[in-house]
């Protein structure tokens, strides 16, 4: 593959924006690569990068792309709403509409507030959750990433993990001070976190299905097990479906784990590729924020017409009947397909899939946190990485991160991803 313009717009890049990147897991570091690929253009299930090459997309904008690239409704809509101006700060219809549907799909949100980015959204919801329980500290899991906000960024997953870096240079201790840190499926670390601080915890946040450490499900009993730990210690429940929103099932992880958040961090495909976030609860928490009540949180483009119309129209095509049981479906083809190549030729895999989120691992053994996560092997994973790359198909730059499939997929095509992870297996073996 050629790949000779990307190369030469990274260079160029790389004099103005740092690394060239915008965000730093697109570096393709993570992989051991010197460079990342520009993108053209996209349709439907395929990327092309500037060079002409064609690829099969895994990673669908990291979540966000679950009706596929350029869906036909929601370009239209984008432009039809364009033509009516790109922002007013100030009210508009859809809003309604899609904290409406937000609210419809998630029993345990009452009122809900758009915001520009996931990031905003948790930042957000530990504030207001410390504004609700007039506490401080907040419990995270190791692994798990909630933005780059400063009191989250500690042992965070994503592209900390993959830069091994364990929290940013730039957040004074101060700022971290009331962040405890917890092991993800280990609700013991969590507990004792709680005998410590028995009444100065404000909240857990967590990755309800974790996706930043690559997929790690939620053991049987922890979701359950935190839900529990809160309510007995007057603590909020903070679920960051940033990723598992509308994705694992139209209402999240809530419904197909059957839990309630207090507070429930949205973003992605509400969004329908668009920037946005959202942060929800109940009504006497939600209550707190401004003007309402004295948590104060804002934005100049919150809310904007572009983001919510993509959003509204995807939510909608979303509750067609079928979407979900067809995205299972299209995951488990992926995860048979990959399992079944790695056998073959005897090499450790383990594939961790909820839905159509996915990730293998090159481990011998079940991935259930961070531990086991971390002892995969990251170099195999960038040989493959760069394999299948070169034939077409386009997986994240991380070993710590989520395939993502889309309706636009076909099982054919994720038939054929698994044909070329076959003849890695082969040439490995
Ligand atoms: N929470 C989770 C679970 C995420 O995966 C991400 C981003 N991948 C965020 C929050 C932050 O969202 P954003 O990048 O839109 O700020």
Redesign the pocket.
Known sequence: MNHKESMRLHQEALSVIPGGVNSPVRSFRGVGGSYPIFIQKAEGSNIWDVDGNKYLDLVGS??PLILGHAHPQIIKIIEETARGGTSFGASTEREIHLASLIVDAFPSIDMVRLVN??????MSAIRLARAYTKRKKIIKFTGC????NDALLVEAG?GLATAGIPSSAGVPESLTQDTLVAEYNHLSSVEGLFEIYPKEIAAIIV?PVA??MGVVPPANDFLDGLRRIADDHGTLLIL?E??TGFRIAYGGAQERYGIDADIT?L??IIGGGLPV?AYGARRDIMEHVAPLGPMYQAGTLSGNPLAVAAGLETLKILQQPGTYDKLEELGLTLERELLSAAQESNTPVTVNRVGSMLTSFFHPDPVSGWKAVTGSDTQLYARFFHHMMERGVYMAPSAFESAFISLAHTDQQLTEVGQIAKSFFQEIR
């Open positions: 990291w979540g980015s996931g990031t905003e959204a948790t990433y909630h933005g780059h994503s990755e996706g930043n960051d940033v990723i961090c973003g992605k976030g």
